[in-house]
T-cell receptor, first 116, second 110 residues
Framework: DAGITQSPRHKVTETGTPVTLRCHQT?????MYWYRQDPGHGLRLIHY???????DKGEVSDGYSVSRSKTEDFLLTLESATSSQTSVYFC???????????????FGQGTRLTVV | DAKTTQPPSMDCAEGRAANLPCNHS???????VYWYRQIHSQGPQYIIH???NNETNEMASLIITEDRKSSTLILPHATLRDTAVYYC???????????FGAGTTVTVRA
């Protein structure tokens, strides 16, 4: 398996509290992504990063912020968690620009977040 | 990115080849075809990708039609562990993002 670690793997939090999910990689890959997966919606991109301190929004970025202060860590923060953010969150990494040879993305095992 | 169309589900007998179709009739010249799969509760796993030519690796073969409007992922000898959701994705070569559709739920039966 590619060296991706998501933490925590499971979390229950209360509505209105801040939550930070961490994605750590040991592959020195340039690109990192955060997805959420919900029944009936499949995988949806939240935010992605194309380098240290370089991030951009995905299709469902409202209510989320990200930071990448070093290559190996990509943090996803829910500033004030809501029940609609209950989901499974996946981090992914890629070493090359998508589309080029050997540009496959590797995914973490996921974080199951429940907001009550 | 070009839109893809996959059947929602299909069954396959263990030990037989599984042929998973994908239509991408609006694909453009610089878009690649990627296949990923997601086994229950796990993160998606890369399988294979291609541009024009057929590709084969240790997991599967990818057959792309000459007009590139459709492709087929072939699992040569399906096992029970191949039961998963399979995603066909078309990507521009200069786009960072990987967008997933609904995929095909493949069930391999003993």
């Amino acid at each position: 398996d590619a060296g991706i670690t998501q933490s925590p793997r499971h979390k229950v939090t209360e509505t209105g509290t801040p939550v930070t999910l961490r994605c750590h990689q040991t592959e020195n890959h340039r690109y990192m992504y955060w997805y959420r997966q919900d029944p009936g919606h499949g995988l949806r991109l939240i935010h992605y990063s194309y380098g240290v301190k370089d991030t951009d929004k995905g299709e469902v970025s409202d209510g989320y912020s990200v930071s990448r202060s070093k290559t190996e860590d990509f943090l996803l923060t829910l500033e004030s968690a809501t029940s609609s953010q209950t989901s499974v969150y996946f981090c992914a990494i890629s070493g090359h620009m998508i589309g080029a040879r050997n540009a496959e993305a590797f995914f973490g095992q996921g974080t199951r977040l429940t907001v009550v | 990115d070009a839109k893809t169309t996959q059947p929602p589900s299909m069954d396959c007998a263990e030990g037989r080849a599984a042929n998973l179709p994908c239509n991408h009739s609006t694909i453009s010249g610089n878009e690649y075809v990627y296949w990923y799969r997601q086994i229950h509760s796990q993160g998606p796993q890369y399988i294979i990708h291609g541009l024009k030519n057929n590709e084969t690796n240790e997991m599967a073969s990818l057959i792309i039609t000459e007009d590139r409007k459709s492709s087929t992922l072939i699992l040569p000898h399906a096992t029970l562990r191949d039961t998963a959701v399979y995603y066909c994705i078309v990507k521009k070569s200069n786009d960072y993002k990987l967008s997933f559709g609904a995929g095909t739920t493949v069930t391999v039966r003993a």
